[in-house]
C-alpha cells in the first residue's frame, strides 16, 4: 500500500493542515462565529416554517369543518 500522504485524502488533509496554520487566530475564530450565526438563522427559519404550517393546517382545518357541517344557502 501507499503511504497516506499520498494518497488524495492525505494530501488534502495536509493542506487543511497548513492553512488552518497559516490562518491568523482572529480570522479563524470569525469564521467560527459565522458557522455558529449561520447554524443560528437556519434553526430560527426552520422554526418559524414549522410554525407557519402549522398555523396554515389549524386555519384550514377549521375553515372546512365550518363548510363542511353549515347548510348550503338556497337561491
Known amino acids: ?3 497516506d500522504r499520498e494518497t488524495v ?5 495536509k493542506f487543511a493542515q497548513s492553512l488552518v ?3 491568523p487566530p482572529a480570522f479563524l475564530l470569525l469564521c467560527l462565529l459565522n458557522v455558529v450565526f449561520l447554524g ?3 434553526w430560527f427559519l426552520a422554526d418559524q416554517i414549522d410554525r407557519r404550517t402549522a398555523l396554515v393546517s389549524t386555519v384550514i382545518t377549521r375553515c372546512m369543518d365550518i363548510a363542511l357541517h353549515a347548510t348550503p344557502p338556497t337561491p
Do not use: E, Y
Open 9 to 13: 485524502v492525505g494530501a488534502a488533509s
Open 21 to 23: 496554520g497559516a490562518l
Open 1 to 3: 500500500m501507499s503511504d
Open 40 to 42: 443560528l438563522v437556519m
